[in-house]
């Protein structure tokens, strides 16, 4: 069992719908949790991170953890076609400064 | 402010062949990190530096050596390239371990 787990997709939302990306993870120790948009042929970039179980929002997006459950997700709500890339999630193992990222759920947006 | 660079872009090797990826970040971070990205395999860990003269394998060391120079840069060594090197390697750095990665460019390396 892969250490951080994702959906593959292709996940796809028609425009202005809520776009719905999970994750679940095997450390019970993990205390940080990141998720990351990359566009084909760039680098990722920070959406969000999450220290504290419940919900985080920051303008469309919004974060949910669940430690318990080892389960964090994202949602994005009126979903663009500028949306449209992999997002990576990713939590600091252990506690520590080791990062595990998920394989990445590619998301379309279609107009 | 630059923020994480790295060197080369491209890179084209032969089997057996060795080169050493370059990474330096401009914002006094603390960690710095190399992956790798295959398709549909996401970022896999190859090794990190936690502070300044500490390092430390990560997910997927084998086949290669880094070293941390100092505060700003952090090497990545392959001394017998194989074609299952074949990959996009992306450097990052952060200030603190609750923080945010930065990344760099990433260098597209293909061994033949």
């Known amino acids: 069992q892969k250490e951080v787990e994702q959906n593959s997709g292709p996940l796809s939302v028609p425009e202005g719908a809520i776009a719905s990306l999970n994750c679940t993870y095997s450390?019970?120790?993990?205390?940080?949790f990141f998720w990351y948009r990359q566009y084909s042929g760039k680098s990722p970039e920070l959406i969000m991170s999450?220290?504290s179980n419940g919900d985080k929002e920051d303008g469309r997006f919004t974060a949910q953890l669940n430690k318990a459950s080892q389960y964090v997700s994202l949602l994005i709500r009126d979903s663009q076609p500028s949306d449209s890339a992999t997002y990576l999630c990713?939590?600091?193992w252990g506690g520590g400064f080791k990062t595990i990222f998920g394989a990445g759920t590619r998301l379309f947006v279609k107009a | 402010n630059a923020g994480v660079t790295q060197t080369p872009k491209f890179q084209v090797l032969k089997t057996g062949q060795s080169m050493t990826l370059q990474c330096a970040q401009d914002?006094?971070?603390?960690?710095m990190y190399w992956y790798r990205q295959d398709p549909g395999m996401g970022l896999r860990l190859i090794y990190y530096?936690?502070?300044?003269?500490?390092?430390d394998k990560g997910e997927v060391p084998n086949g290669y050596n880094v070293s941390r120079l100092n505060k700003r840069e952090f090497s990545l060594r392959l001394e017998s390239a194989a074609p299952s090197q074949t990959s996009v390697y992306f450097c990052?750095?952060?200030?603190?371990?609750?923080?945010?990665?930065?990344f760099g460019p990433g260098t597209r390396l293909t061994v033949l």
């Open positions: 999450i220290y």
């Open positions: 914002m006094n971070h603390n960690s």
């Open positions: 990713a939590v600091n």
């Open positions: 530096s936690a502070s300044e003269g500490t390092t």
């Open positions: 450390d019970r120790v993990s205390q940080s």
């Open positions: 990052a750095s952060r200030a603190g371990i609750d923080n945010e990665q930065f």
